[in-house]
């Protein structure tokens, strides 16, 4: 069973930049999948991933709507996964959500909503 918890979400100025950051536990975190998801306001959560990472390979994976903008990145020693968001626009504005399923890395890390088993509990961005 792995526990998600996400911190760094906040309010910014459009143009300007965030940090989220996913903590796990429970599991032997360094062969994971994990992504970043987001949920708009009055929307369902979106069912592509913002971002994904093979937490072993560091290979990742990036929706086209955020290529150059944000990073995903892991620090295995601290079981630790980032998302560097650069450049916000308004549009960015929702609640960003940790996901992860227990797996090796693979050429490319799937960013499609089914594919993951685990979540945390969401932290807000907002961009004005």
């Known amino acids: 069973h792995v526990q998600l918890v996400e911190s760094g979400g906040g309010s910014v100025q459009a143009g300007g930049s965030l940090r989220l950051s996913c903590r796990a536990s429970?599991?032997?975190?360094?062969?994971?999948?994990m992504g970043w998801f987001r949920q708009l306001p009055g929307q369902v959560r979106e069912e592509v991933a913002v971002?994904?990472?093979?937490?072993?390979?560091?290979?990742?994976n990036y929706a086209a709507f955020v290529k150059g903008r944000f990073t995903i990145s892991r620090d295995n020693a601290k079981s630790t996964v980032y998302l560097q968001m650069d450049n916000l626009k308004p549009a960015d504005s929702a609640m960003y959500y940790c996901?992860?399923?227990?797996?090796?890395?693979?050429?490319?890390?799937?960013?499609?909503?089914?594919?993951?088993?685990?979540w945390g509990q969401g932290t807000q961005v907002t961009v004005s």
């Open positions: 971002a994904a990472i093979y937490t072993d390979s560091g290979r990742t």
């Open positions: 996901a992860a399923d227990p797996r090796a890395g693979g050429s490319c890390p799937t960013n499609a909503i089914t594919e993951y088993n685990y």
């Open positions: 429970g599991n032997t975190y360094n062969k994971n999948l």
